[in-house]
């Protein structure tokens, strides 16, 4: 009988030990909310984050979420911005006058979470990052069933279209010119042109089988809780694809000139 109970307790003990700790969203409202503004942003938000790991992966940390009220008449979102340290999280400055319907449709939620795939690349690679959550924000509200794909398809080109047409540093590499965009808050231009980035990348592993969300999803798993500076994440990227499709778009990114390319596949 002894015997038996250590083989139990030991059993007992590598379940623990193999079973992953299931992240978590932790909720810190800043200002004051009733209960029925903190269940309409909470229901926001988990249906948001739910989308990213069903499309992604689950998150490997908690994920701290602060609310901020902040009357505006421009849109329920007036402003939000990752926090980086830990633990990692989003601030959200909302106005919870807007409707659930107007929250839903917003893609700042999107845009804010999916920036916490990636780890933090530091200031000179925003446009990396942005670009990143950019092209995610639209990625999700499809799984959200709120936008179909030829819509998100019309929106990605609308966005390039208008950021190549503000571009002014054709003799730049687009990695380059996006510190003088940021110091200009040329920001749609930096963002969009970021964006190209990973249109491109998802494009050229779709026509091998594979896509972005794929390798991000492998990418999760194994190594997004290391710490990581772009190239380290570029290389990471380029063995779980099995193709040197990050590296080779993060080269013309660096050194060919003008604003980036992407031509749309029907």
């Known amino acids: 009988m002894k015997i038996l109970g250590k083989l139990i307790i030991i059993f007992w003990l590598m379940t623990i030990v193999s079973t ?18 903190k ?50 999280g989003v601030n959200f ?29 530091g200031r000179d690679n925003s446009w990396y990052a942005e670009g990143f959550a950019s092209f995610m924000q639209y990625q999700i509200l499809h799984a959200l069933n709120l936008l179909s794909k030829e819509a998100i398809d019309a929106e990605y080109q609308r966005r390039l279209d208008k950021a190549e047409s503000n571009y002014t540093f054709d003799q730049l590499p687009f990695a380059l010119a996006a510190k003088k965009l940021r110091a200009q808050r040329k920001y749609p231009t930096m963002y969009w042109g970021g964006a190209a980035y990973f249109l491109k990348v998802d494009q050229a592993l779709r026509a091998n089988g594979g896509s972005l969300l794929k390798t991000l999803q492998d990418y999760i798993e194994c ?25 080779h778009e993060l080269s013309v990114f660096q050194f060919q000139p003008g604003f980036p390319k992407y031509t749309p596949q029907p």
Do not use: K
């Open 20 to 37: 992953p700790i299931r992240a978590e969203l932790r909720w810190h409202w800043e200002s004051s909310f009733s209960e029925d503004e």
């Open 39 to 88: 269940r309409r942003l909470t229901s926001w938000i988990e249906q948001t984050y739910h989308a990213i790991t069903m499309s992604v992966a689950p998150y490997p940390f908690d994920v701290h979420i602060h609310f901020y009220r902040l009357a505006d008449t421009t849109g329920p979102v007036p402003w939000a911005n990752t926090r980086r340290s830990d633990p990692q």
């Open 93 to 121: 400055h909302v106005d919870p006058n807007f409707s659930t319907s107007q929250f839903m449709n917003d893609w700042t939620a999107a845009h804010e979470l999916s920036h916490l795939l990636l780890p933090y690349l």
């Open 223 to 247: 190594c997004r809780q290391n710490s990581s500076d772009l190239n380290t994440l570029t290389q990471d990227l380029d063995r779980i694809s099995g193709m040197d499709t990050f590296s």
